[in-house]
């Protein structure tokens, strides 16, 4: 078995596939996430080490909990 990807990969490939999901392109999700364009592209890449609260930013904006956001992970 393989080396598991590192969390934020796992993480933003997560956030990406519930965003393509509900039809958010990057631009429209990170604003209505009231993040920046170019944090939320870091975020979906694993580069970004996020705080809680934006990651509580994103699981509202996705309309899900924080448990269904990080299922799979």
């Known amino acids: 078995m ?3 990807a590192d969390i934020l ?5 997560r956030v990406r596939a519930l965003r393509k999901e509900q ?5 429209g999700f990170a604003s209505a996430c009231g993040l920046d364009r170019t944090y ?4 979906e890449r694993g580069e970004r080490n996020l705080a809680l609260r934006n ?3 994103i699981a509202d ?11 799979e992970l």
């Open 2 to 4: 393989g080396k598991r």
């Open 9 to 13: 990969l796992r993480f933003g490939e």
């Open 23 to 27: 039809g958010y392109s990057q631009e």
């Open 40 to 43: 939320m592209g870091g975020i």
């Open 55 to 57: 990651i509580e930013l």
């Open 61 to 71: 904006t996705l309309g899900i909990s924080l448990a269904e956001l990080m299922q």
